[in-house]
């Protein structure tokens, strides 16, 4: 069975058995019979977390625990608006918050700040957007790696595209700010 808990770049959560680079959670979002209660959460922490770590090894969906959510990569995690886990990915982390703007504290206040961003698309130029933003461009989803735009899917990312013109960027705010500055999202290996 398939379950629901793979996400787009548009933060939906959508059954479909590709497999994903990450793995992440908003918290409980499943009831007892593996089956999406909700899809909004009050928690406000996003995390896009290892596949694997210390050997742990989880049963999906257990009741009453987190909801794991799968990603074709970083750069779609990202754009859902999670931000690296400060436990399974702690360089990243560490990079993450550094590079994000303002005076991130701590993780709260990361947390917070990105809360207030997600699911808020906002309009740019192609050329400003640095490499590992995605975009929305007729109801698709893209991605802006080395230069050139590519179609995203669960499986991966369709052939390069002509990049040009104003899109709608689907990445919240802070974290291009944050790539921009540096930090560089994993990208599925689809995407060259």
Known sequence: MTLRNRVTPFSTIEANPARGMFMGNRGCLHGEYKNLEVEETREKRWLVCSLNFKGRKRVLMRPGAYTELFFLDE?????????????CRRKNYDAFLKLFPGKPANAEWL????????????????????????????GDAFLKWHGRAFRWSHDGYGPAEKPGGPVEVITPEGTVEAIAKGYRPAVHPSAR
């Open 75 to 87: 750069a779609t995690a990202l754009a859902a608006g999670h931000r690296p886990c400060a436990e």
């Open 111 to 138: 947390d917070r700040n990105l809360a207030s961003q997600r699911g808020r698309p906002y309009p740019d130029e192609f050329a400003n957007l640095p490499d590992g933003t995605m975009y929305e461009l007729n």
